[in-house]
């Protein structure tokens, strides 16, 4: 598969430090790829090296295959964005804000906009003057503005900043479908990992300017113990509870330093798993004092790992 988006080792300074730091990576069609990292880690100054609001220092850029620095208008033809709130005339109508970009712009039909006025679930709202739209209704306008001209590459630097639950999840489904089904590559970045989650199918770490690694983003989830169950079991008597617990499940299990014993089960078998512990136990003449669930590590957790850490493996 051909990248949309292609950074090759760029790097960017800005009055005397060294923003941005040998990041490369590449972004696919009918992806949400997610840029994620803490504040000021670099994640706003990419965006604007790849929009072309800043030069680069050293690297290539690549959008579509043609090279930003050497081509630049065939280069932008192929991009959408978002990079800081959008500006519309809040005295004019959704609908006559797109007419009034797509006549600036030029080479858009009137059927394109009735098109990206559905792709961002605005159609009942469309005629309604700007002034009266919710953050989350402008945002979504934002992005239909940004795909009139049919860019394959979208790149909003933290789109979802400010709007509450329903606003996130409208503006996701919107991006989501964009990607999946319209073929777009969506580049956004965040710095909630919760958010990613939710919206990317590959995510990339940035911190100090450097990218860490990229995930799918299923990597990530596992990494975080969703979809897992850990118990806590304490018994009277532990190495032999080890001994019977990791024939029975085959896997190694071993008193932790309290003299209790950790057993992880996937969330779906998590009851038939416990019941079956728990008759085992006593069927080996064990007694079984307490067992207690763990809290699953949150995905934040797993994040500030990979920001603070040195590049420390996951998964
Ligand atoms: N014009 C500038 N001159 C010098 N340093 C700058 C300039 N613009 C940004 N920086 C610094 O570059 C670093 C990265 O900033 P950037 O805005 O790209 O981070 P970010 O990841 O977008 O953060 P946030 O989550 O807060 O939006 C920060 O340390 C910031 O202070
Ligand atoms: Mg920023």
Redesign the pocket.
Known sequence: MEAILKIEHLSKT??S?E?LHDISFETYGGEVFGFL??????????IKVVVGLLTLDTGKVTIAGKDLAKDFEAALANLGAIVENPEFYKFLSGYDNLLQFANMRGGVEKERIDEVVRMVGLENRIREKVGRYSLGMRQRLGVAQAILHRPKLLVLD?PTNGLDPAGIKDLRDVLKNLAHKEGVAVMV?S?LMSEMELMCDRVGVIANGVLRSVHPIEELVSAAGIGQEEFVFSVDDPEKGAEVLSHAFETEVKPNEEGKLDLTFPKEEAQTSLARANRILIESGISLYTVSKKENRRLEDVFIELTRGEGKQIG
Not at 37 to 46: E, F, S
């Open positions: 800005l009055g430090r923003i990292g803490p504040n000021g880690a670099g994640k706003t100054t990419l933290e970045s710095h």
